[in-house]
């Protein structure tokens, strides 16, 4: 039976209507949802150069000779003469004109 007053003061009112607020930002406030455009094909620019010269193709070599004692795979091929030969050329890429411009070693 005690009467209450239920007039508030500001400054109590305004501590309650801070602490009702949320302490973080809602999520939606962090992400962008760009969904709609992922899904929008991309035209290609009339800007970009154009590719020049012919187009390469795979040079066949000739065919190995047949090894008794090959690694069955590539994979195996590379993990034994990586451990023997780590500073041996493994794979080099020839330009148009058959020059070497990279050559990948084991190791």
Do not use: H
């Not at 992922?38 to 000779?65: A, C, H, T, W, Y």
């Amino acid at each position: 039976g005690v009467p209450v007053n239920s007039r508030v003061s500001s400054k109590i009112q305004q501590l309650l209507n801070t602490l009702k607020r949320p302490k973080r930002p809602p999520l939606k406030e962090f992400f962008v949802d760009d969904f709609e455009e992922l899904l929008e094909v991309q035209q290609p620019d009339p800007n970009q150069p154009k590719p020049e010269g012919n187009q390469m193709n795979v040079l066949k070599g000739e065919p190995l000779g047949v090894v008794t004692n090959w690694p069955p795979s590539l994979l195996a091929a590379l993990q034994r003469w990586g451990a023997t030969q780590p500073k041996a050329p493994c794979l080099t890429a020839l330009d148009t004109t058959g020059k070497a411009i990279y050559t990948l070693t084991y190791g």
